[in-house]
């Protein structure tokens, strides 16, 4: 049962086919008559794609290329950050700046982020108690915090409150000094 | 009165008496050393800073001005030491966060765990479906079923339910993080040794077993290369020790490198991890998963 109806199946596909395939020569037919160009069937043939015995000569077939994948290649995306260019003056148009060759001779060292900026972050709880972070330190924390209050003292007048935080080697300042910390650092050479 | 100066009598007695026994008659048995223990202190290697020997590894990747390379001794598990290898601060000498390697082992005892602990609800019980006895007149306290958690045999009211899963995921940089601190911690402890390859003379686990004893590197040691493609000689010599264990780089983790007293890694490890570990300190966020391909994965 199951296998007689397969037959039947295809023999309607055939017919299908054969019926388009009759229609499409047809159609080269027409072309033919109204142009006089076999050329001109054949591609028609061939946008199509009707496998028949006139078209099969003239399609090109299939060819595999590597070369176009350069043009995937540049789509692809960097994982890592690059080292930022040589510029010829500092600071850039931005305001980047850096940091110096040789790292100052202070007892504490501050990094810079994986962005290469100075890591000197703003935070806001309750929306109206400004803090300020600063980040990546390593060495002698009590020095630049030292450090910090006698700057912040003198910009501000009076002495912020200041949280060292020795585990994860990082300075939170009570109220918004980051546009400050960030040049005083920056001139520093961090 | 005479009553109370004997027993402070028999006190004072029994203090001179015990004075006299070994010190651990009072302790608990697992904390009695045996009499015949020759405890021998870890003896103190040079550091090999101060040492002429050539530096047979630098750092490929750039170091940060303000830091300096770690020395550490590149030693052989047939003869003696080599030279001298360069490492990279970033991984090696990262200040030592406890609270991450606890974070990190927690993670990693917990995440794999799916409870299979579940019991039976008042409906899940067998039975239970009718009333035992009417609601007034028989004397006896009100029941909807034989099966509430009130009765005996029946189901439990808040109890663990189904396979429960364990599962979280710690951030990818505190689980980078857990691994240099493990890394730094052991090479400041001196448990960290590098060598250059795992050939050994034979394939007898007795060989390893004098060697750690020999260069008194405790307990356990977890030998760490590259590939597992290892030499044959040292895949038996381990096959049948459970103390001693062979892992690829890629299977390290902070609770197996704390679980091992020692751990050794081959020059090659050491590049792997060097390059893998330092690339998420300038890396990108995943803009699509990293399995997926990016111009310059390490």
Same mark, same amino acid.
């Given at each position: 049962?199951? *296998? !007689? ?14 019926? !388009? *395939? *009759? ?16 050329? @001109? ?8 794609? *009707?496998?028949?015995?006139?078209? !099969? ?56 982020? @994986? ?67 960030? !040049? ?7 | ?61 750039? $170091?940060?001005?303000?830091?300096? /390379? ?39 005892? %917990? ?45 439990? /009211?808040?109890?663990?339910?189904? =396979? ?14 857990? &691994? ?17 390859? &795992? ?50 780089? $890629? ?34 966020? =995943? ?7 990016? %111009?310059?994965? =390490?």
């Amino acid at each position: 049962m199951r *296998c !007689s109806l397969y037959a039947l199946n295809r023999s309607v596909v055939m017919a299908n086919m054969a019926l !388009s *395939c *009759c229609a499409r020569m047809k159609n080269g037919i027409k072309i033919l008559k109204a142009t006089g160009n076999f050329s @001109r069937v054949g591609a028609k043939m061939q946008a199509n794609y *009707c496998v028949s015995a006139s078209s !099969s000569q003239t399609y090109p077939g299939i060819t595999e290329s590597t070369e176009e994948y350069k043009y995937v290649e540049r789509l692809i995306p960097p994982s890592s950050v690059p080292t930022p260019p040589k510029h010829d003056q500092y600071p850039t148009p931005s305001g980047w700046r850096p940091p110096a060759a040789v790292p100052p001779a202070l007892p504490y060292m501050v990094r810079r982020s @994986r962005m290469h900026n100075v890591p000197v972050y703003s935070d806001i709880t309750h929306g109206n108690r400004k803090m300020t972070i600063v980040r990546k330190i390593e060495g002698d924390i009590w020095a630049l915090e030292k450090d910090l209050k006698d700057f912040l003292t003198h910009t501000s007048g009076t002495t912020p409150l200041m949280q060292v935080n020795e585990v994860n080697m990082s300075i939170r300042i009570k109220g918004s000094f980051d546009k400050d910390l960030k !040049s005083w650092l920056l001139e520093k050479g961090f | 009165m005479f009553r109370r100066s004997l027993s402070v009598c028999c006190r004072q007695i029994g203090k001179t008496f015990l004075s006299t026994l070994p010190e651990d008659v009072g302790l608990p048995s697992n904390l009695k050393l045996p009499p015949n223990l020759i405890s021998t202190a870890k003896r103190e290697r040079p550091s090999p800073v101060g040492s002429g020997l050539p530096v047979l590894r630098k750092c490929e990747i750039e $170091i940060p001005p303000q830091l300096s /390379a770690k020395q550490a001794w590149l030693e052989s598990l047939k003869d003696d030491t080599l030279g001298l290898v360069e490492l990279h601060p970033d991984v090696f000498a990262v200040p030592p966060r406890l609270d991450i390697l606890h974070e990190v082992i927690v993670w990693q005892r %917990n995440f794999k765990r799916i409870s299979h602990a579940k019991v039976k609800t008042r409906a899940e019980v067998r039975g239970g479906g009718r009333k035992p006895w009417q609601q007034k007149g028989s004397g006896r306290a009100r029941h909807g079923s034989i099966r509430s958690p009130l009765w005996r045999g029946g189901g439990i /009211a808040h109890g663990p339910r189904g =396979p429960t899963s364990y599962y979280y995921m710690l951030p990818m940089k505190v689980r980078v993080l857990g &691994l240099k601190v493990a890394l730094s911690t052991k090479l400041a402890q001196d448990y960290l040794h590098i060598i250059d390859s &795992l050939e050994i003379p034979t394939p007898e686990p007795q060989y390893l077993l004098d060697l750690a004893k020999q260069r008194q590197w405790g307990e356990s040691v977890l030998i760490v290369d590259v590939h597992e493609d290892m030499p044959e000689n040292i895949l038996k010599a381990t096959a049948n020790l459970k103390t001693i264990n062979l892992m690829p780089v $890629i299977g390290l983790n902070v609770y197996s490198m704390l679980k091992h007293e020692t751990v050794l890694l081959t020059v090659d490890a050491v590049n792997f991890l060097e390059k893998k570990l330092l690339w998420h300190d300038h890396r990108y966020s =995943p803009l699509y998963p990293f399995r997926l391909p990016y %111009n310059d994965f =390490p």
